[in-house]
C-alpha cells in the first residue's frame, strides 16, 4: 500500500483516526482519549499514529499526508484555530504546524462540520453532488456548505455556521454562542429535550412523556420521536414545533445556495422519517420553489466515519 492518507477528528471526547487509501477507503480505524488540558492532544495523535504504523508494519514514506477536523472556527490557509477552549486552547493555536512538525507528514486541517460536509460528499449520501448542504443536529447543530465542490470557509473561518442562525428574535434560550434563539437551542438533542420539558411543565394534557418525566425527571430526543411514532400528539407537537423552525433556517440557506442534496446527520437524524417527513414539509414550505424542487433532504450514511473520511479528502486534494 503506497499514498496513504491519514484521517483525523478531533472530538471533545475522544479522537477518531484512519488509515485511508486515495478511493476512500478505510483500511484501519481507531479512537483514543481526547486529553482536555489540550497539552498533551497532539503528542497523543502522533504516538497513536506511530504504534498504529508499527503494528501494521507501515512506514511513514507509504503516506502522503494527514487531514484533520476539529471543533471551531479555523483559518484555512494558516491552520490555525481560534480560541478551542473546551479542548484547553484558549488562545489561537496553530493546530497545522504543531500536527506536522509532531507527526512529520503534510497537513491540513478544518472546521469538523466542513470536513464531515466533504466526507458525506465524496463517500456518503451526497456522493456526486458538487452543492451541498451538511446539518449535525446532535448537542448542539454543526453545519458545513459546499458550493460547486468547495467548502465556503468565509472571511475568517466562521462559513457554515448554520446552528447559529437566529430563529428566535424575542423569547429564545441562550446559546453556548452567546446569542439568544439560534436554532441549536431548538433542533438539537439538547433543545429538543428542553422544549419537551418546557412542554410538559407547562400543560396537562396526557402523554407518555408526562408519565416518563414523572417517573424519572428525564426526557431526552430519542424518547421524543420514539413517543411520537407511537402517535403521542404532545410529541408530534413538539416534533412540529422544531421542524418548522429547522426547515425555516435551512430554506434560507438553501435559497443562498440552491443545493442538490440536504444532507441531516447527528444522533437526532436516527430518527429517520419521523424527522425528514415534516422537515420536507416546512422546508418546501418556505424555500424558493425552484429551490424546493432541486434539493433532496436525506440522511447522512457514513455516521461516525463522516470525519476521518472528509478529513482524508481535505489531505488527498491541499497538498
Known sequence: MENLLIGIDLGGTTVKLAF?????????KWE????????????????????????????????????????GPI???????????????????PLKAELEANIGLPTVVDNDANVAAIGE?????????????????GTGVGGGIISNGNVVRGANGAGGEIGHITSLVDGGALCGCGKTGCIETIASATGIARLAKEAIQGGNESSVLREQFEQTGEV???????????????AQEIIDNVTTHLGLAL????????????????????????????LRKQFN??????????????????????????AAYLAKNNQ
Not at 485511508?20 to 484501519?28: K, P, R
Not at 483559518?75 to 493555536?93: D, S
Open 20 to 28: 485511508i487509501t486515495q478511493e476512500g477507503e478505510i483500511v484501519t
Open 32 to 71: 483514543i482519549p481526547t486529553d482536555k488540558s489540550g497539552a498533551k492532544i497532539i503528542p497523543d495523535i502522533a504516538e497513536a499514529i506511530e504504534a498504529k504504523m508499527n503494528e501494521l508494519k507501515l512506514s511513514k514514506e507509504q503516506f502522503a499526508g494527514v487531514g484533520m477536523g476539529a471543533p
Open 75 to 93: 483559518h484555512f490557509e494558516e491552520g490555525v484555530i481560534y480560541k478551542a477552549t473546551n479542548l484547553g486552547w484558549r488562545e489561537m493555536y
Open 121 to 137: 460528499m465524496w463517500k456518503g449520501a451526497g456522493e456526486g453532488a458538487k452543492d451541498l448542504l451538511c446539518v449535525t443536529l
Open 220 to 234: 431526552t430526543s430519542k424518547d421524543v420521536f420514539e413517543a411520537a411514532g407511537k402517535g403521542d400528539l404532545l
Open 251 to 278: 430554506s434560507h440557506v438553501a435559497n443562498g445556495l440552491n443545493p442538490e442534496k440536504i444532507v441531516i446527520g447527528g444522533g437526532v437524524s436516527k430518527a429517520g422519517e419521523l424527522l425528514l417527513l415534516p
Open 285 to 310: 414550505r418556505f424555500a424558493f420553489p425552484r429551490v424546493a424542487e432541486a434539493a433532496e433532504i436525506t440522511i447522512a450514511t457514513l455516521g461516525n466515519d463522516a470525519g476521518v473520511i472528509g
